[in-house]
């Protein structure tokens, strides 16, 4: 399961550097938004799977 965090965070960080380009700046900029849609989504598929349960629980 850590394995999947080493490699998302990888990608991550290679996104922002590709799409930051030299500086800086743009770099940290890309990477906390590119973090950020990766917890929402997290959250979100979390959510589901919740109201799932609950619903099949009832």
């Known amino acids: ?3 999947r965090w080493v490699i ?6 290679l996104s922002a ?4 380009g030299p500086r800086l700046g743009d770099f940290l900029i890309w ?6 849609l990766g917890f929402g989504l997290r959250e979100i ?3 589901k799977r919740l109201k799932s349960e609950k ?3 009832e």
């Open 45 to 47: 598929e979390k959510t």
């Open 31 to 36: 990477l906390a938004v590119l973090l950020l």
């Open 55 to 57: 619903r099949d629980n």
């Open 8 to 13: 998302a965070i990888f990608l991550a960080l």
């Open 17 to 20: 550097a590709l799409m930051a």
């Open 1 to 3: 399961m850590a394995y």
